[in-house]
């Protein structure tokens, strides 16, 4: 098992172009989230997908786009990019447990740089 | 709302000390904790979780954490540290809706002295 990719592992942008992150996991999990990380500030939601066919904002949404492709797959793409934008970006998903609670797995991230 | 709180964005130890990396948190409801490791340029790993019994929990890497619920806290320890576990750890809550999302303290960066 590849667990949780992502596509690509760097980007560089300039203000005003448009790209699309990649994520893909094969754990057969129902939720899948996107998230940032910027330094000093942990990890802050941005989307999040409790299962397939929904969607729903998190903390920073602004900017952002989301697609639940199917089971597996949730893309994020950014129309305009910003400098603010220029973060580490990091897909996770998780499933339900009898216990209730909700590990989730994280891939390895994407280093983005909007200049 | 629920939140967290780690003190000490960083901590430096000597090889062999004990770790100690503090947790707080808020919420409404009884939580799910978590604590997870990153390493450079890499994703997050999870070290360790609290769910419900016992309070003290142990995870990966000799690390364990005690849930105690009077002081809302959910600090991580390891009673000697070595030089593989500089990295940056997160302490997390989880809430109770249907897509159990988490919310991650700001992080706290350990280092490890030879």
């Known amino acids: 098992n590849a667990g949780v990719t992502q596509t690509p592992k760097f980007q560089v942008l300039k203000t005003g172009q448009s790209m699309t992150l990649q994520c893909a996991q094969d754990?057969?999990?129902?939720?899948m989230y996107w998230y940032r990380q910027d330094p000093g500030m942990g990890l802050r939601l941005i989307y999040y997908?409790?299962?397939?066919?929904?969607?729903d904002k998190g903390e920073v949404p602004n900017g952002y786009n989301v697609s639940r492709l199917n089971k597996r797959e949730f893309s994020l793409r950014l129309e305009s990019a910003a400098p603010s934008q220029t973060s580490v970006y990091f897909c996770?998903?998780?499933?339900?447990?009898?216990?209730?609670?909700?590990?989730?797995?994280f891939g390895p991230g994407t280093r983005l740089t909007v200049l | 709302a629920q939140s967290v709180t780690q003190l000490g964005s960083h901590v430096s130890v000597s090889e062999g000390a004990l770790v100690l990396l503090r947790c707080n948190y808020s919420?409404?409801?009884?939580?799910?904790l978590f604590w997870y490791v990153q390493y450079p340029n890499q994703g997050l790993q999870l070290l360790l979780k609290?769910?419900?019994?016992?309070?003290l929990v142990k995870g990966i890497n000799g690390f364990e954490a005690e849930f105690k619920k009077s002081e809302t806290s959910f600090h991580l320890t390891k009673p000697s540290a070595h030089m593989s576990d500089a990295a940056e750890y997160f302490c997390?809550?989880?809430?109770?809706?249907?897509?159990?999302?988490?919310?991650f303290g700001s992080g706290t960066q350990l280092t490890v002295l030879p």
């Open positions: 996770a998903s998780s499933s339900w447990t009898s216990g209730g609670y909700n590990e989730q797995f």
């Open positions: 754990m057969n999990h129902n939720s």
């Open positions: 997908s409790a299962s397939e066919g929904t969607t």
């Open positions: 919420s409404s409801v009884p939580p799910y």
């Open positions: 609290y769910t419900t019994g016992a309070t």
């Open positions: 997390a809550v989880s809430d109770s809706g249907s897509a159990r999302q988490l919310t």
